[in-house]
């Protein structure tokens, strides 16, 4: 008959509840970070993901040599970027598939911003991109995310798009 020594019998019931002890602390400590960096994250994404359809509007207003507009909603947290305004004539090309967007109408695309963040009132609604990559109208979008983090998308006149955070979140 082998015999076991005290080692070889396994963990006692006190050293497996240490252990859970331990890794509940670490999680308690290390959720929060988590949920911070996700928040700033999608805040961060939200800005990037307008100021690349503005961008992309711009360009593909110089390249189609037609009108696009992009139309910000503040009470769906959505906006529209849709193409051939003047509907002067027909669209001439296929549109390039947007991130974050859904096609509606063959010259209308809808982009849904991550949940839990808003637009801002009080910004930019509307503008349109001539075909010179001009805008209508110069102004910002603020977003703001659950943690009061907020990001501004600016717009000049020329067409040109930047992007800054304006506030920390508060967690």
Same mark, same amino acid.
């Given at each position: 008959? /082998?015999?076991? =020594?005290?080692?070889?019998?396994? +963990? =006692?019931?006190?050293?497996?509840?240490?252990?859970?002890?331990?890794?509940?602390?670490? /999680?308690?400590v290390?959720?929060?970070?988590?949920?911070?960096?996700?928040?700033? @994250?999608?805040?961060?994404?939200?800005?990037?993901?307008?100021?690349?359809?503005?961008?992309f509007?711009?360009?593909?207003?110089?390249?189609?040599k037609?009108? @696009?507009?992009?139309?910000?909603?503040?009470?769906?947290?959505? @906006?529209?970027?849709? +193409?051939?305004? %003047?509907r $002067? %004539?027909?669209? $001439?090309?296929?549109? @390039?598939?947007?991130p974050?967007? =859904?096609?509606?109408l063959?010259?209308?695309?809808?982009?849904?911003?991550p949940?839990?963040?808003? &637009?801002?009132s009080?910004?930019? $609604?509307?503008? &349109?991109?001539d075909?010179?990559?001009?805008?209508?109208t %110069?102004?910002?979008?603020?977003?703001?995310g =659950?943690?009061?983090?907020?990001?501004?998308? $600016?717009?000049?006149i020329?067409g040109?798009?930047?992007?800054?955070?304006?506030?920390?979140?508060?967690?």
């Open positions: 008959m /082998l015999r076991r =020594t005290r080692w070889e019998r396994g +963990y =006692t019931l006190v050293e497996a509840l240490v252990l859970v002890g331990l890794i509940g602390a670490i /999680l308690a290390a959720l929060p970070a988590f949920y911070r960096m996700l928040q700033a @994250y999608r805040i961060q994404m939200a800005a990037q993901q307008i100021t690349t359809s503005l961008r509007a711009r360009n593909a207003a110089v390249k189609q037609m009108q @696009y507009q992009v139309t910000f909603d503040s009470g769906a947290d959505n @906006y529209r970027i849709e +193409y051939n305004v %003047s $002067s %004539s027909p669209p $001439s090309f296929v549109d @390039y598939p947007h974050g967007c =859904t096609s509606l063959s010259d209308t695309r809808t982009c849904t911003l949940p839990k963040i808003d &637009i801002k009080g910004g930019l $609604s509307s503008v &349109i991109f075909s010179r990559g001009a805008a209508s %110069s102004g910002n979008i603020d977003l703001v =659950t943690d009061l983090a907020e990001y501004r998308v $600016s717009l000049a020329t040109a798009v930047t992007t800054t955070k304006t506030r920390e979140g508060i967690y």
